[in-house]
């Protein structure tokens, strides 16, 4: 059946939205739950955590391990952030983030493998961050990223991320962090 027939028969868009895939998600749903998430708070000193990456079918493609540490600036309302990756295939990965906050709970981050700016919003204790990257390894293919953090009792944070290339998601990488300067 010819791409036209299957448009003007409404069978396009439901099936683009199944292969593109969307979240349900809302930030402003996480509004008021507890503990609540302040970026530039948690993010503020050294934290670890540990993640897998997985296709989109689910098989376990990496693990990996992350050393981060965070200066909150202030007077400049800016956070600053590098977080180390090292996977289990011996790869490390550096992102050195410029998080600004411009207002209460909407932030624009920049990294210097980011294409654009990143925007994040933030309600109770969930953050969502989407941003495009350039990928770390040699071909440098653009990424997008869709990630969603939630702040637990006892200060854990559980992220979620789904990468994306040309608009379909190719892995999600699970990410738990915790604090050590506390």
Not at 41 to 66: C, P
Not at 76 to 92: C, H, I, M, P
């Amino acid at each position: 059946m010819a791409m036209g027939r299957l448009w003007r028969r409404g069978w396009v868009a439901p099936l683009l939205g199944l292969l593109l895939g969307c979240s349900d998600m809302d930030i402003d749903d996480f509004a008021g739950r507890t503990p609540t998430l302040v970026l530039e708070e948690y993010f503020a000193g050294r934290s670890e955590g540990w993640g897998i990456m997985q296709s989109r079918f689910g098989t376990l493609q990496k693990q990996f391990r992350i050393e981060a540490e965070g200066v909150w600036d202030e007077p400049a309302q800016t956070l600053r952030l590098t977080e180390t990756y090292r996977f289990d295939d011996g790869q490390v990965d550096r992102l050195e983030w410029a998080i600004l906050r411009q207002e209460p709970g909407r932030y624009e981050g920049r990294e210097p493998a980011l294409v654009g700016t990143a925007s994040g919003r933030q309600a109770g204790n969930a953050f969502h961050w989407v941003y495009q990257r350039r990928s770390p390894v040699a071909d440098g293919t653009r990424l997008g990223f869709d990630d969603w953090f939630w702040l637990q009792p006892d200060g854990v944070l559980i992220a979620r991320a789904s990468v994306r290339r040309f608009g379909l998601e190719i892995a999600t990488m699970s990410v738990f962090y915790r604090r050590l300067d506390r």
